[in-house]
């Protein structure tokens, strides 16, 4: 027998052999919501580390609790960074909601279930009053409005929120980690609300494939660029990086072209306009702007305004097809800082009338909404505006909007720099 402190001894010795196993990672995240561009319809998207089915259980308010499902299918995303990381997104369509209605859900699977969220189902009439929240530029670090869009959503404050490009900074960051904890942040807001989307330049990373395949935009365009009506707004999300990244193929600024030039004259036929008489625009790159960083927007000859003639052919530029087809609002972001245009078309200021410049304009009305806050701080104005420049603020800081019927829309600023919970 062998003594008790030699085998104490002995065991102390002994190398320690310890095997790494892995998590499973099958409990659902990121979820967010997205309009699906049909009636009674909405996107569920969320994100897992390992494969599982996709499926959400839903019911109504005050109802049988998950009466209801829907399955969806997984894509695998492999973020192109060092560690090639693995995900899987989720995507269920729930079809046959009622509008206004308000729905119980939650998504994931029998290995692991999400939290419960709400939404309301969107009112598919014309006469439904919509509000928004919207911006552009909001980070994972310095999110300072963050946490106020949190609570006002939660609040019911919002049906819709626009997200004008410029998410995270940025997504592909360590390996993509940045983008999954950015989509995290935003979960208390995207899974109540539809979350709907257009692509900034702080997305280009690997041919702008983090958001390409996070977001769920209704079309077959990979989120480009798409268009979708609520209450009497037929709304167009477009990608101004077309202008920008030629590398990732030229065709596509044409190919969009003549997908808005197409959903324009379709917008305007007498029996849609009439229907929704306002027509808004989102794109992340402003035609106009009073910053002092030489971006695009400060330059007379903007790419996203004028087009580009160092293409073959020259490729042609929005202002002029906005302004034929009476685009009434367009909302841009890039900038960190507020600022709302006159009317304006041709660098030219073209009011409505002096007393009441946006009753009737003649031209299109720009907003750039782009200081939610990220770690790139805000900008700076150049001190001597042109005369289409109506107001300016530096503020950190949000948009919202209302379509109050087919004559009248509101817009407001909010300084989170003012404002006190």
């Not at 969320?46 to 996709?54: A, D, L, V, Y």
């Not at 596509?252 to 324009?264: A, C, G, I, T, V």
Request: proline share 6%; net charge negative.
């Amino acid at each position: 027998m062998v003594p008790l402190h030699a085998a104490c001894v002995w065991l102390s010795l002994a190398p320690l052999l310890v095997l790494g196993v892995p998590p499973i990672w099958t409990q659902p995240e990121q979820v967010h919501l997205s309009n699906a561009g049909a009636p009674g319809s909405m996107v569920v998207t969320w994100t897992t580390f390992n494969k599982t089915e996709s499926k959400v259980e839903y019911g109504l308010l005050g109802g049988r609790l998950f009466e209801m499902s829907a399955k969806g299918d997984a894509t695998l995303f492999v973020d192109s960074g060092e560690e090639r990381r693995k995900m899987f997104i989720h995507r269920v369509t729930l079809t046959g909601l009622k509008p206004a209605a308000n729905y119980v859900y939650h998504c994931g699977s029998d290995e692991g279930w999400s939290d419960v969220f709400l939404f309301t189902a969107l009112n598919d009439s014309s006469s439904f009053s919509p509000r928004f929240a919207l911006y552009g530029d909001l980070g994972n670090e310095n999110p300072q409005s963050l946490a106020r869009l949190q609570k006002e959503t939660q609040l019911g404050m919002y049906d819709a929120i626009l997200h004008i490009g410029d998410f995270a900074y940025d997504m592909d960051e360590d390996n993509a980690r940045i983008g999954d904890e950015f989509m995290r942040q935003i979960q208390s807001i995207a899974a109540y609300v539809p979350y709907m989307t257009c692509p900034g330049n702080h997305e280009s990373a690997y041919n702008f494939s983090n958001y390409r395949n996070r977001f769920s935009m209704p079309g077959q365009t990979e989120s480009l660029w798409y268009s979708w009506n609520l209450g009497s707004a037929h709304i167009i999300s477009l990608s101004t990086e077309v202008y920008f990244y030629l590398e990732f193929g030229q065709e596509l600024l044409f190919k969009q072209y003549e997908w808005l030039r197409n959903d324009l004259e379709e917008a305007n036929r007498p029996e849609n306009r009439a229907v929704r008489p306002w027509i808004i625009t989102m794109g992340h790159r402003p035609m106009y702007c009073s910053d002092d960083d030489q971006d695009d927007c400060t330059k007379f000859d903007s790419y996203v305004r004028l087009g580009r003639n160092d293409t073959k052919p020259p490729a042609p530029g929005l202002e002029d097809l906005f302004y034929r087809y009476g685009v009434d609002v367009e909302l841009w972001a890039h900038e960190h800082t507020y600022e709302r245009l006159w009317p304006v078309y041709g660098d030219k200021v073209y009011n409505g009338s002096r007393e009441r410049p946006y009753v009737n304009p003649k031209a299109p009305v720009h907003i750039i909404t782009g200081s939610a806050g990220c770690r790139e701080r805000t900008d700076k104005f150049n001190p001597n505006p042109k005369e289409w420049s109506a107001f300016r603020s530096t503020d950190y800081g949000y948009s919202r909007m209302q379509v109050v019927n087919a004559t009248h829309l509101y817009l407001e600023q909010v300084s989170d720099d003012q404002m006190q919970f």
